[in-house]
């Protein structure tokens, strides 16, 4: 996740924070460039395909630069921070002055080090020494490159030329020729050696030919797009929404499902009066307190027990392996609308909760939804997926599969209406129910079964006892 770029400069790279992820956008920073950062301390949020997630820095240091401005869409294992530790934490505030980078860096151990070459203390300059440097292979005129190799060191080190020279007027300014090393200091070049940047390609912006850091970056960033045409459509009329993040993943996730998953649907209509006349006794239960009790609750419960009952159900495709593999274990998604779009965490191990541990799950899954707080870890591992379109008012739908799941029911809206009850019209609580399913994993007298158990605990709740 992390990578030295030297001695006391940590480069922290953006981490896959789920299962997968090759992007995230930057949406917020919680830092400027001279923070002082600690180890856990969370330094932006990102958000990807999945959701939105704080990331934490793992050391202490002072945030040396920001790579990337808020909004930016960068790849995983793309440094985004540089933060000075150790003796970096105070070069934060005064950038450690090294020498001309035309000699071999000395994090590079593959580059042997030049006889003669000396430690340079920041300030001092290099000192004399009976060992005369080979000029570079390439430059016409040795003893002028070395004149301008001689007056770029002494500007690094604070000092301007005592007089005029070749190496400060125009016609002589150092521009690297094809035979010529570029002119980086060693952190620029560990820099570009993990983007992957030739830095002979790379156009020098500091003095005298230098390359700096902004010099690399600006080599891997995207060429900037030509002026944007005027828009073809009325701004008044219409809005454009770009589609990224949440959204975008949800549709490609839909789209695949829909073409690689035969989807079959079935309904039944069901009075679901016992059911709400429960709910209401749950919430003046003592062991209740606090908790969310609703109709969503005794329905997670029902499609629990049908899958109990009908363990096939829950199980999943394996394509490559071409092999149907039966789940243990009940991870129940709960689909969750969100300002983001729509996002499928579940409840790991559903089928092994108490109702009120039950409930105690449903809540808090629904209010971290609601804050954007859901992990990636929190909707990856889903087995079957739970719909209420119910609560938009409408009567029910025909959902398309979570990708790698074998079904998904769709509760619609519970309403009052005529309904025959011990021989006599009644108003009764009503609802209706769609059950999507795998058609290459379940067939239809499975789908069936499991929606009519769903609907049959619904109808009499008193089966919660008879059937466990």
């Known amino acids: 996740m992390t990578t030295m770029t030297d001695s006391s400069v940590r480069e922290f790279k953006m981490p896959d924070v789920g299962e997968g992820l090759t992007e995230a956008e930057i949406l917020k920073w919680y830092v400027e460039p001279g923070d002082t950062v600690t180890d856990g301390q969370v330094v932006c949020e990102v958000e990807t395909a999945k959701a939105a997630v704080e990331l934490p820095i793992p050391y202490d240091g002072v945030v040396r630069a920001l790579h990337f401005p808020e909004g930016s869409t960068v790849d995983v294992g793309t440094s985004i921070i540089a ?12 950038p450690v002055q090294e ?13 042997p080090k030049p006889e003669g070459r000396q430690p340079v203390l920041v300030g001092y300059g290099v000192s004399t020494s009976s060992t005369r440097r080979r000029p570079r292979k390439g430059a016409k005129d040795p003893a002028a490159a070395q004149d301008a190799s001689a007056a770029i060191q002494a500007e690094m080190n604070g000092h301007g030329p005592s007089a005029p020279s070749a190496a400060a007027t125009p016609s ?4 690297p020729s094809a035979g010529d090393r570029p002119l980086a200091k060693p952190p620029v070049r560990k820099l570009a050696k993990d983007l992957g940047v030739d830095l002979a390609t790379v156009v020098p912006s500091g003095p005298d030919g230098v390359i700096t850091r902004e010099d690399v970056h600006a080599a891997v960033a995207p060429a900037p797009s030509p ?20 959204r975008r993943a949800t549709a490609a996730a839909m789209v695949g ?24 006794e749950l919430k003046q239960d003592k062991e209740y307190t606090g908790l969310r009790v609703n109709p969503l609750l005794l ?91 119910g609560v938009f008012g409408v009567d029910t739908g025909t959902p398309i599969l979570n990708p790698g799941e074998s079904a998904i029911l769709a509760v619609g809206a519970i309403k009052l209406q005529p309904w025959v009850h011990k021989g006599k019209v009644k108003p009764r609580q009503v609802t209706t129910l769609a059950l999507s399913f795998d058609h290459r994993l379940v067939d239809g007298e ?19 006892i008879s059937w466990a």
Do not use: C
């Open 83 to 94: 933060v000075g530790v150790g003796d970096g934490a105070a070069a934060a505030a005064e």
């Open 99 to 111: 020498a001309v980078a035309d000699t071999p860096a000395t994090t590079e151990a593959e580059e």
């Open 172 to 175: 002589a300014a150092v521009t």
């Open 227 to 246: 002026a944007a045409a005027p828009a073809s459509y009325d701004t008044a009329r219409e809005t454009r929404v770009p589609v990224k993040g949440v």
């Open 257 to 280: 499902s829909a073409f690689t998953a035969p989807h079959v649907t079935e309904f039944v209509t069901v009075d679901v009066t016992r059911t709400m006349k429960l709910v209401e």
């Open 299 to 389: 329905i997670s419960k029902a499609l629990l027990v049908a899958i109990r009952r009908n363990p096939e159900v829950n199980a999943s495709w394996d394509e490559a392996a071409q092999e149907i593999v039966v789940k243990h274990y009940v991870n129940l998604g709960i689909a969750a609308a969100t300002p983001r779009g729509l996002i499928v965490p579940n409840i790991k191990d559903a089928q092994a909760q108490t109702l009120p541990q039950l409930a105690g799950s449903l809540g808090e899954l629904v209010s971290t939804a609601r804050e954007g707080r859901t992990s990636p870890a929190a909707m990856q591992g889903g087995t079957v997926t739970i719909t209420n379109v």
């Open 446 to 464: 499975l789908g069936s079964k499991v929606l009519a158990d769903v609907a049959a605990v619904l109808e009499q709740p008193k089966r919660l």
